[in-house]
């Protein structure tokens, strides 16, 4: 059977278990917890744990929770100073320490912690909404944390205004380079098609110019092409020289002479009748 003294602490136990979990408040010594701050941007918050300035309770468990009513705003923590019990031998910050999360499609989400001497950190949130948890366990006590707070520009909205700009100026920058570069291509690529053309062009060649020195052997050459009754290549019917090449070997038309040599045996026979011929008129 319980005593008087067991009856107590078993409703102490009781309220204390459910103004904590039922109400869903937190043992915190100087305000009731969890404690709603408000920001618009214009200026800074502060938050200062514990309020008097003097060393902060075992067992505490405080939670800010910091919004911003502006559209496309976020919130951003400064942490300006702390004092809080240091990492354990794992070097964890696992007895008194400062978690801080944030808020994002209703869910909340771990994004940092620190203990001991830590400061200078800064902390911006996703959404428009951040909280601030401080933990003491039941051992040593120290002079607590303070921070920082304000409303922020989103930072997407830095990036896309960033990405705007480089779109607005490296947009007409590369059509003017475009619309210079087409000229001189065309102009290259006309050089380049007259060139291939020369080089592979087979009716086009350089005549020969024949000196002084060279007209017994040009004499010969046409006198040559005469019996053929062929042209000359730098003649023509008017008496005009011309500078091009000899004609090709199947282009020649050997007008005066048999289409092939005739056979051995009529040579023979022909031969040895103007032998007989000429026995005979002498």
Same mark, same amino acid.
């Given at each position: 059977?319980? %005593?008087?003294?067991? #009856?107590?602490? $078993?409703?102490?136990?009781? !309220? ?5 979990? @039922?109400?869903?408040? *937190? ?91 830590? %400061?200078?950190?800064? #902390?911006?949130? $996703?959404?428009?909404?951040? !909280? ?5 366990? @039941?051992?040593?006590? *120290? ?140």
């Amino acid at each position: 059977m319980l %005593s008087r003294h067991q #009856y107590l602490w $078993t409703a102490i136990f009781i !309220t204390t278990f459910v103004s904590t979990s @039922v109400l869903g408040q *937190f043992t915190c010594k100087d305000f009731l917890s969890p404690k709603t701050l408000m920001t618009d941007g214009t200026r800074l918050g502060t938050i200062v744990y514990p309020l008097a300035g003097n060393k902060y309770p075992p067992n505490q468990n405080c939670e800010w929770d910091i919004e911003t009513g502006i559209s496309g705003s976020v919130v951003k923590l400064k942490i300006t100073s702390s004092n809080l019990q240091d990492i354990d031998i794992r070097g964890e910050c696992s007895m008194d320490y400062v978690d801080i999360f944030d808020w994002k499609y209703g869910d909340r989400d771990f994004i940092g912690r620190f203990c001991g001497s830590q %400061s200078g950190q800064i #902390y911006e949130s $996703t959404g428009q909404k951040m !909280t601030v948890q401080f933990t003491s366990n @039941v051992a040593a006590e *120290f002079s607590g944390f303070s921070a920082s707070y304000q409303a922020v520009e989103e930072r997407g909205d830095e990036l896309d205004s960033s990405t705007t700009i480089i779109l607005a100026i490296c947009i007409p920058v590369g059509v003017l380079l475009i619309v210079l570069t087409i000229p001189f291509s065309w102009k290259m690529f006309k050089l380049y098609r007259q060139k291939h053309t020369r080089n592979t062009d087979p009716n086009q060649g350089q005549g020969v110019q024949l000196t002084q020195n060279d007209n017994r052997a040009y004499s010969d050459y046409s006198f040559h092409h005469a019996q053929l009754g062929l042209v000359s290549p730098g003649e023509t019917s008017y008496g005009i020289q011309h500078n091009f090449p000899p004609p090709a070997y199947d282009s020649l038309e050997y007008s005066n002479l048999p289409p092939q040599p005739p056979p051995y045996e009529q040579v023979i026979k022909e031969m040895v009748s103007e032998d007989r011929r000429d026995e005979s008129n002498t």
